[in-house]
């Protein structure tokens, strides 16, 4: 079970739109619509942003938005703002009732 | 609505075992509508998912550290715990409790507990 592969860093504009992928396998990302992403900010817990691939909970902004093709689920972030610079990491269901996070990705309103 | 609230020791000494509990308030640890998990995260890196455990009382773990998890519930104190045994500086970490509803998601987190091993 290894780690689901983000890039480091990502950076934007406030108002523009950034995109975070997280690749997976066939055993993980491709074979279940059960990717979650999730919002970490300096010092706190984790929060759910993003569920079933492209699902937000109750409360979370419409700029979040999520998608998958492949083994390769996505996070887009639309019209960046600065409360938005944080840590992000999708997780997607594995099989067997387990679970695998990604590497985790910095995002960085310039 | 459902609060979750870990606790424990602050400091594990290296060959010994790790041992937290998350106290579930606002609702029953019962409930067929969630089920529980452990995920910790070492200092400056990302989070890794170490067990989950289901109102039915079946647990399934990380497979990297299955050998020394055990992952437990209490109903009658409304808490599940998390008992990592072996532990080396490797496993300092926050690590944090977690609900998951049947989207399979991380959708309620306790605040994270510091645990670091040293002697």
């Known amino acids: 079970q290894s780690a689901l592969t983000q890039p480091a860093s990502v950076s934007g504009s406030p108002g523009q739109s950034i995109t975070i992928s997280c690749t997976g396998t066939?055993?993980?990302?491709?074979?279940?619509?059960?990717v979650s992403w999730y919002q970490q900010h300096p010092g706190k817990a984790p929060k759910l942003m993003i569920y079933?691939?492209?699902k937000r909970p109750s409360g979370v902004s419409n700029r979040f938005s999520g998608s998958k093709s492949g083994n390769t689920a996505s996070l887009t972030i639309s019209g960046l703002q600065a409360e938005d610079e944080a840590d992000y990491y999708c997780?997607?269901?594995?099989?067997?009732?387990?679970?695998?996070f990604g590497t985790g990705t910095k995002v960085t309103v310039l | 609505q459902l609060q979750l609230q870990e606790s424990g020791p602050g400091l594990v000494k290296p060959s010994e075992t790790l041992s937290l509990t998350c106290t579930v308030s606002?609702?029953?640890?019962?409930?067929?509508?969630?089920?529980w998990g452990w995920i910790r995260q070492p200092p400056g890196k990302g989070l890794e998912w170490i067990g989950s455990?289901?109102?039915?009382?079946?647990?399934y773990y990380n497979p990297s550290l299955k050998s020394r998890v055990t992952i437990s519930v209490d109903t009658s104190k409304n808490q599940f715990s998390l008992k990592l045994s072996s532990v080396t500086a490797a496993d300092t970490a926050v690590y944090y409790c977690?609900?998951?509803?049947?989207?399979?998601?991380?959708?309620?987190w306790g605040q994270g507990t510091m645990v670091t091993v040293s002697s």
């Open positions: 977690a609900g998951a509803d049947s989207a399979d998601a991380f959708d309620i």
């Open positions: 606002g609702g029953s640890i019962s409930s067929s509508s969630y089920y």
């Open positions: 455990i289901y109102y039915s009382g079946s647990t």
């Open positions: 066939s055993s993980d990302v491709g074979s279940y619509n059960l």
């Open positions: 079933e691939v492209s």
């Open positions: 997780c997607s269901y594995a099989g067997s009732s387990t679970h695998v």
